[in-house]
């Protein structure tokens, strides 16, 4: 009985090939830019702190970086049903 090589870089000798790996899933997608889009919130509003820049500045960063971070807990939790 041949046994299958999960590390193995070539394919079988007898030319079969097994199933490849799902694609990326929208959800996926969204979950990755909505993690970057908090990071950025919390980026721009650190150089917005060593640049002295008004509060509005502050107050918009902290929106972006809010909304970001309740939707991925709200997608987080709903996804536990």
Known sequence: MATT???RLTT???GTHEAS?????G???????LWVLVV???VANT???YAEA???????C?????????TLAVRHLRGRR
């Open 62 to 70: 902290g929106v972006v970086t809010l909304f970001g971070a309740g």
């Open 21 to 25: 790996s799902p694609a990326v899933t």
């Open 27 to 33: 959800g996926e997608v969204v979950r990755t830019l």
């Open 5 to 7: 090589d999960p590390y």
């Open 12 to 14: 079988p000798a007898d």
């Open 47 to 49: 150089v917005a702190t």
């Open 40 to 42: 950025a919130g919390a």
């Open 54 to 60: 008004d509060t509005w500045v502050h107050l918009a």
